[in-house]
């Protein structure tokens, strides 16, 4: 496959084409399925083509794609923070919601700190 403008992850081979994905499957152009077994910033933790999310996730891009939690609240946050927070053991009541793995561990050394400072 050419890929134009885009720089390859690695030189040493061509990869597969995805084509789709379905729950923990990923599909390439001749239709076989692959576990999606990737992590990191590899992972979809939700599976693919989960009909629910996306419907979620197309309802709230009609009425807000982002509003910045340092300078906004709003009730999404607050309704899925409540919702972690009922999963969580007792004592841990509290969601700050990041983006990735370096934003929440650099938020949770920032907190640390913050606690430790006051």
């Known amino acids: 496959m050419d890929l134009g403008h885009l720089i390859p ?43 629910e999310i996306a419907d979620a996730m197309y309802r709230q891009l009609l009425t807000m794609e982002f509003a910045h939690p340092s300078r ?26 990041v983006s990735g793995g370096s934003e929440a561990i650099e938020s949770a050394m920032k907190i640390a700190r913050q606690y430790f400072v006051e």
């Not at 990923?26 to 939700?46: F, N, Q």
């Not at 607050?78 to 009922?86: D, Q």
């Open 9 to 51: 992850r690695s030189f040493k081979g061509n990869l597969r084409t995805a084509v789709r994905g379905e729950g923990v499957f990923i599909y390439d152009e001749e239709g076989k399925a692959y576990y999606d077994g990737c992590c990191g910033a590899l992972l979809s933790s939700i599976g693919h083509g989960v009909k």
């Open 72 to 97: 906004w609240n709003n009730k999404v946050s607050i309704e899925a923070a409540e919702e972690v927070a009922s999963l969580t053991q007792e004592g841990l009541d509290y969601v700050w919601f």
